[in-house]
């Protein structure tokens, strides 16, 4: 070979081993992130007369896990609270703020007791008293009876939302609402002073509740507002099926093969109360 071809070879070879050693490293950032992410998703509790189901699926590409994560526990007065939010960005520092966002927010609504527009406006405050540099989206959502509610056989639902995207209420029959509630308000992290609103309805037996990441319903070739219809008619298909499998088949009917973004998911049902 002559002197030219020889440093063609040698060129050829470099950039060879900069892309394998690039794809390395990404694969590398891609489990270090889901690593740190599934550590942080812990199992629900098991609330009387309310089943618990989440579902945390990782993105296919290392750029675009992130952030995500659901939540589920019980305030000290018995109340049942649910999560669920996205930090902005898609790498490890989106995962670590993640991790500091949620325990923030367990901490706040654990000590405090407080409703969902109260938490949510604390998280708000502490974000910018401590110095997390990030945004997100999240919802928190309180489940919570009375004495007279539970001899009327209902619960009341509360929540709050930060520029999430709303969750669905499904019927047994496959009646499917999406909760929009008052408002959304502003994203977390932006401005500690927005005001934070929450709205309530009430909660029969067998009614489900399903908080989810905008991983489920956006995609690159359709809009959000195709992806919420198309949530919609799948939930009510599978309004009949157990919980564990409702969830199952609707992310599996959602996600393409390749997901290209991460999804986190937490379902409630109400289950009849016997004393």
Not at 4 to 31: H, I
Not at 137 to 156: D, F, H, K, S, Y
């Amino acid at each position: 070979m002559s002197d030219g071809e020889l440093t063609t070879a040698q060129g050829v070879a470099d950039r060879a081993a900069q892309a394998l050693d690039n794809a390395r490293l990404y694969q590398q950032q891609r489990r270090v992130a889901e690593s740190l992410q599934r550590s942080l998703l812990t199992e629900p509790p098991e609330p009387d007369h309310l089943e618990i189901v989440v579902r945390y699926v990782a993105a296919q590409e290392a750029a675009s896990v992130g952030g995500d994560w659901f939540d589920a526990f019980l305030q000290t007065d018995g109340a049942t609270v649910l999560v669920i939010g996205d930090v902005v960005g898609h790498d490890t520092q989106a995962t670590a703020a993640m991790g500091q966002l949620r325990g923030l927010l367990r901490g706040i609504a654990w000590e405090s007791g407080a409703g969902p527009a109260q938490v949510l406006g604390r998280l708000d405050a502490a974000i910018d008293v401590l110095q997390v540099a990030t945004t997100a989206t999240a919802i928190v959502a309180r489940i919570e009876q009375t004495e007279q509610q539970r001899a009327a056989g209902v619960r009341l639902l509360r929540w709050s939302n930060a520029g999430h995207p709303p969750p669905l209420s499904i019927e047994p029959d496959g009646e499917v609402g999406t909760l929009e509630g008052a408002q959304i308000d502003l994203l977390l992290g932006i401005d500690p002073q927005s005001p934070r609103t929450e709205t309530a309805i009430e909660l029969h037996d067998w009614a489900t509740v399903v908080l989810y990441t905008d991983g489920l319903v956006e995609r690159r070739d359709q809009s959000i507002d195709e992806g919420l219809a198309k949530l919609r008619l799948a939930a009510g298909d599978l309004a009949g099926l157990p919980l564990d499998a409702f969830c199952d088949h609707l992310v599996a009917s959602m996600l393409p093969d390749r997901a290209e973004d991460d999804v986190a998911l937490v379902a409630i049902r109400v289950l009849p109360q016997t004393n």
